[in-house]
Structure formats: structure tokens, C-alpha cells
């Protein structure tokens, strides 16, 4: 009498509840948990400055509107703006310099990075990351508009110069800005209206300049790209500026955030602002955008204990699929693979939620930034690491039924799902092949767990190696499900083979 697949999955679970093996699931989930929050706590404790003999807490990264980390460190001239009022300016020309640029690291030369940025800004006070609406000329990327650190409208595009100037404009109605690019000062195009909620009745408006530091890549070890910024600085010439719901005043002016400590600014360049006969000058460094991966602690850093506990339950599964290996036909592979599938999923579900709240939670009560995440995200990521540890269960489980030595199926097992996830988030290989090690092979999979977002308007080092995974995360999982599906029906063509035979 054939055995129905409620029966097999009785017998499996039954068999799978050895000690050992409970155990070792066990010891799976406890440390995916525990690393995570052991990371947490050791880089806690290193998170503080020293003043003298007595040591503090370091100051927080900046926190923007939505609780994400941000840069927000440029100059700043400003006059304060009730609930309604403009700035209308044009400007003429913008100039920079980069310290000690590759390849040559000793020279200092006349440039602008391209995202060097000047124009008028309105902004709810000088405090880092409050809210603000800014229209920009950026140095290689045209016009834009830029507000609450992370969104961006383009404008037209190109530079600025005597030749062509630009007239930008920035309105404020309400919690409403509205932001105006000219050639002439006559003919005027809306860039962006934008909505900023809960701006307080009296706001700073006025004229800024930032420049970011320059990125520049240096090849270490076997071809691996470590990130290193230059110093850089942008000037920026304004004339025919007009306030409308600002009181008559003199401009108040200084940095947002700190500037003024390199070498070049203490004995070349100071940043600052100059008003001269109609003319006004603003001298910054430093961005206003998102921070990259290097601005606060994102939620994947305390799944940081995920590979352990990976390689723990890979060796489980192809054990399981040893045991009995002599009666093994393909249901009873099937009512295998649905036990420890189901036992992972549950075991890193509780794993992945515990270790996901408590680290953060013990970094933030030490004065770090989290970059925080919505709960829909949050549940993504638990949910997807849980899928994730399943699947690769099945994954070695079907390798253990397709090699017959267990030792070599487990070999097989962590050098094809974790051996190509540590190559490529190491700083060992060139950037392209982390890329392509991480979207051909089951490892991709690991894409479940990034919350860390790309964005145009920053210039990073968007590598593995840096924490930038190249696929989505239901991409990479989709790669790990068909590298599973094909094993699976290999290993049950060989069981039915074997049946025949």
C-alpha cells in the first residue's frame, strides 16, 4: 500500500527530532541572533570620543525628516522668510578646487566634481537635517531641485557662466515651494513644486554653496576597489538678488555642519560669503543629500551572524539527506525537503525578528544612527531571510541526495551558496566580478536582507564591498528558488532512476 505524503512528512519530522539535530538547529537561530547583537554591543562601546581624560559619546550623524542618516554640511547666507515670500537671483559663474586629485595624490587643481552645488535654498532654520527646498546649478548636472535629502527634480541641463547665466528663483506659499529657472531673468520654467509639511511660520531663505568630496577608487588585494574622498571645495558669483517677505536686513551667514579645519581652508580658502557692490559670493564644501552606506547603521548590519547560521543549517540538510539514504525514493524526498524547509523558515523567522529589533535598538541607545525603515521593509527583510534559509535548506538537501559522500556535499553546499557571497562582500575582488558573483550564483540570494538604497544624486562606491548588492531583493531570491528547482529535479530524476533500476 503506497504511504500518503501526510504520512511521509509524519515520518520525516519524526526522524529529523534527533537530538543532534534539534540541536544544531538550534545552535543555527541562536547565533544568527546573538552575533548580530554582540556586533551591536562591541561597536557601542567603541562609539565615543575622548575629551581629555574623560570619554563621551561621539555626536550623532545628522537625521533628516524621515529618520534616515544625511549629509547637511554646507555654507550658508540667510535672511529669515515668513509663511510667504521668494528669492530671485542670478548667477554667474561657479569655480572649485579638488586637493590632491588621482593620479598624481601631491597636486592641487582648479575643478568642480559634478555634483558641486550652489543656488538658493529655504530651509527650517540652520539645525542638520531639518527640512529645506533648494533650486541648485550643479556642476555637471544641470539644474535641479532638491528637497528633504533624498528627492531630486532635474532641470535643464548644463553649466553656468558670464556668457550664460542663470536666474533661478524659489517661492514660498504655506508649506508649498515652488522653484523657477531663467536664461534672461524674463522668460522663467517651473522646475518643481514641492510640498514640505509641518514648515514652521518663519524659515531661513537664502543662497548656499556645498561641494562633495571627490570619490577616487584604490585597487588593494586582488582587484578590490576601496573608497577614498578628496577634499573639495566650490565658489559660486550671484548679482541682481532680490528678497519679496523678508525683512530689510543685513545677511546672516556661516557653515551648516563643520567646515574650516583642512589645510586649504585654514591658508588658501576659507569658506565664507563676500557682498561687494551688488555682488555676492558664497564659498562651501560638504553635501546635502542622503548619506551612502558609511552615514548610520542600516538594519543588515545586525544580521551580521546570517552566514554562521547558514552554514550550520546547510550542514544539516545534507546530513538529512544522507540518513536513510538507502529507502530514499522521491516522495519521501519531498516530505524531506517540506520538514526542514518548515523547521528552517520557523527557526529564522524568530531569529531574524529578534536580533533585527534588538540590534538597533541597542545601537541607538548608545548615540548611533540608525537609518531607519518602514515596517513594511522591516517584515520584507525578516520574512525574506527566513525564505531564504529554507530554500537553501532544500538547495542542500538536494546536493546531499546528488553526492554521495556527505563530506563533499557539504563542501559543495557552502562553496557555492557562502563562499560566493564572502568573495564578493570582501574587499578582495574587482567591483565587476563581486557584481557577477552575486547575480549568477545561489548566493545572490543574500539581496533579501539590504535596506541600503542607491541614489543618482550621491556619488559612492555602490559595490558589494560597500554593502551594494547588485540585485533587488526578490531578484536575488529568484535566482537562489531556480538554482534549487533545477537541483531538486535532478536529485528526484536520480531516485526514480534508482527505483527503476
Known sequence: MRETYETLVRQEWTGFRSRGRLIAMTAAMLVTALVGVLFAILISTRSVCSNGPVEIPCPADPVGPQGQ????TFYFAHQPLADNGSITVRMTSMTGTITYPPPNHDQIVSGLVPWAKAGV??????????????????ASHGVRMQYDYTEDIAGSPGGVSQQAPRWLRLTRSGNTITGHESADGSQWTEVGTVQLPGLPQTVQIGLFAASPGDLTIKTVALGAGISESRFTQASAVFDNLKVE????????????????????????????????????????????????????????????????????????????????????TGRRLAAKAIVIGAVTFASGLVAAA?????????????????????????????????????????FALAIGVLVRRTWVGIVVAISTLVVPY??????????????????????????????????????????PSAGYLPLPGWAGFAVLCGCTAVLFGLALRRLSGAVQR
Open 245 to 328: 517677505g523678508a525683512p530689510a536686513g543685513d545677511w546672516q551667514h556661516g557653515s551648516v555642519g563643520q567646515m574650516g579645519q583642512t589645510d586649504w581652508e585654514k591658508y588658501h580658502r576659507p569658506p565664507g560669503f563676500v557682498q561687494a557692490n551688488g555682488t555676492y559670493t558664497i564659498t562651501g564644501t560638504g553635501d546635502i543629500g542622503p548619506a551612502d552606506s558609511a552615514g548610520g547603521h542600516p538594519m543588515e548590519e545586525s544580521l551580521m551572524g546570517l552566514v554562521v547560521g547558514l552554514i550550520i543549517v546547510l550542514v544539516v540538510a545534507v546530513r538529512f539527506a544522507a540518513a536513510d539514504r538507502s529507502r530514499l
Open 121 to 138: 535654498i529655504i530651509k527650517d532654520g540652520t539645525t542638520q537635517g531639518s527640512q529645506y527646498a533648494a533650486l541648485m546649478v550643479t
Open 69 to 72: 542618516a544625511v549629509n547637511d
Open 422 to 463: 564572502l568573495l564578493a562582500t570582501l574587499p578582495l575582488l574587482p567591483d565587476a566580478v563581486a557584481d557577477w558573483l552575486l547575480r549568477l550564483t545561489p548566493a545572490a540570494a543574500f539581496a533579501v536582507k539590504q535596506t541600503i538604497q542607491e541614489y543618482p544624486q550621491v556619488v559612492a562606491h555602490y559595490a
Open 354 to 394: 529578534v536580533v533585527t529589533v534588538l540590534g538597533p535598538m541597542i545601537m541607538s541607545a548608545n548615540n548611533l544612527t540608525v537609518v531607519l525603515v518602514s515596517v513594511f521593509t522591516h517584515v520584507r527583510v525578516v520574512v525574506g531571510v527566513a525564505a531564504l534559509l529554507a530554500v537553501a535548506a532544500v
